[in-house]
């Protein structure tokens, strides 16, 4: 799931330029900080791209099952 939230904050916001979260338990802000961080200077158009790639094969995944 950090991989659609990282995409989806790419294709909003663009490349992650906010400071990473420093509290001791901000796990979860740490680790969607991280998912979109490795993105790097992933343009928004393929970011958007490759959120919907990755839902069709999840799709197709879940479909198949």
């Given amino acids: 799931m950090l991989m659609f939230y990282s995409y989806y904050k790419q294709a909003a916001l663009g490349p992650c330029n906010i400071p990473r979260p420093t509290g001791y338990w901000d796990t979860a802000g740490k680790a ?19 959120y919907v790639n990755d839902i069709q094969l999840v799709s197709i995944f879940t479909m198949s099952s």
């Fill in 32 to 50: 969607k900080w991280d998912a979109w961080n490795s993105l790097g200077n992933m343009s928004k158009e393929e970011a958007m791209q490759a």
